[in-house]
């Protein structure tokens, strides 16, 4: 089997990428704030989530970085990107965007991650990740296909209108006249979207791993139902109906009877990092230690503090080096 990557990735930092984005937000003073740049912002992490690849899923055809007109730091140097990333390559929002270039520029990781499966020459099977996610242990096939059916790493839950304490929390955030809390996007909110779309009464819920792929699924269901791509895809900024691309793939399998359902997100997760040294240097070591754990997950990784971030980098390099 044939198995590619790809993986999402933007440099907010940069001062054109800054300007191109302030044409289209409606509060332009916003462009600066934490829940804008932690969205955009990052710290080169990418280039580990490359290397991880490499070191630990050596199955993997070809990597596949999908950007706005911009290239990683390790890959700008041409000639030694060649020499030492033969295998990795630049695709354009221009290219998988062809036929609705309407909606570019495009800010918006959703109405990427809706597209990713018209990248030329893109394998049948694939892998899906942000540029925060990492490999920390040896993977093979079998752990992302099993048989050619996508495993998909989750467990069945309700939706939240049907979860007692979340339509106590509606109804409280709706007296106070907070009712924007819960009329956002959310990574669970975007799974029930089209879990609700597709028919179903639960959700499979996922998590922050990497998602396996089939190029014909979308091709398929976009063919019926192309209205259901541009509800995805005309947003450039993220926006309550939209729904979670990956989600939608597993559910599509599962209505087919095509999926290995595995509740083990085999992760390590990291989003906090206020929390004491201590606890951050525990969660490296379990993710090195217990070999079960393949994923990791080192989310907003620009919020980090300084000497924390330090300590990070010095792990990944470590690691991958």
């Keep these: 089997m044939v198995?590619?990557?790809?993986?999402?990735?933007?440099?907010?930092?940069?001062?054109?990428?800054?300007?191109?984005?302030?044409?289209?937000?409606?509060?332009?003073?916003?462009?600066?704030?934490?829940?804008?740049?932690?969205?955009?912002?990052?710290?080169?992490?990418?280039?580990?989530?490359?290397?991880?690849?490499?070191?630990?899923?050596?199955?993997?055809?070809?990597?596949?970085?999908?950007?706005?007109?911009?290239?990683?730091?390790?890959?700008?140097?041409?000639?030694?990107?060649?020499?030492?990333?033969?295998?990795?390559?630049?695709?354009?929002?221009?290219?998988?965007?062809?036929?609705?270039?309407?909606?570019?520029?495009?800010?918006?990781?959703?109405?990427?991650?809706?597209?990713?499966?018209?990248?030329?020459?893109?394998?049948?099977?694939?892998?899906?990740?942000?540029?925060?996610?990492?490999?920390v242990n040896e993977t093979k096939i079998d752990d992302f296909f099993n048989e050619g059916k996508p495993v998909i790493r989750g467990f069945w839950t309700k939706f939240y209108e049907d979860i007692w304490y979340k339509k106590l929390q509606k109804k409280f955030y709706d007296i106070l006249g907070k009712n924007k809390k819960t009329n956002v996007w959310g990574f669970k909110k975007g799974q029930q979207n089209i879990a609700k779309i597709l028919g179903f009464?639960?959700?499979?819920?996922?998590?922050?791993?990497?998602?396996?792929?089939?190029?014909?699924?979308?091709?398929?269901?976009?063919?019926?139902?192309?209205?259901?791509?541009d509800l995805n895809i005309k947003h450039r900024f993220r926006h309550p109906e939209q729904y979670t691309n990956q989600s939608l793939a597993n559910h599509l399998e599962i209505q087919n009877d095509n999926y290995i359902l595995k509740e083990d997100y085999q992760l390590v997760y990291f989003q906090n990092y206020k929390k004491p040294f201590w606890w951050i240097k525990n969660g490296f070591k379990r993710a090195e230690r217990d070999k079960n754990k393949l994923f990791l997950c080192l989310q907003s990784l620009d919020q980090c503090p300084e000497d924390k971030l330090t300590y990070i980098k010095n792990w990944l390099s470590n690691k991958y080096d």
């Design 201 to 229: 009464k639960k959700y499979v819920r996922l998590d922050h791993t990497i998602a396996p792929l089939r190029k014909s699924t979308y091709d398929n269901f976009y063919k019926e139902y192309p209205e259901i791509l």
């Design 3 to 135: 198995v590619d990557a790809v993986i999402t990735w933007v440099d907010g930092n940069d001062p054109a990428h800054k300007a191109k984005m302030e044409n289209y937000l409606e509060n332009k003073k916003s462009i600066n704030s934490k829940s804008v740049r932690m969205r955009y912002d990052q710290v080169d992490e990418v280039e580990f989530a490359v290397k991880s690849i490499l070191q630990y899923a050596k199955f993997v055809r070809n990597i596949f970085i999908v950007t706005d007109n911009q290239i990683p730091e390790f890959l700008i140097d041409k000639e030694k990107a060649k020499r030492e990333y033969p295998t990795v390559f630049i695709v354009d929002h221009k290219i998988i965007f062809e036929g609705y270039s309407q909606y570019l520029p495009t800010f918006n990781c959703l109405s990427i991650e809706s597209l990713l499966h018209k990248i030329p020459n893109i394998s049948e099977h694939f892998l899906y990740l942000n540029d925060d996610f990492f490999l």
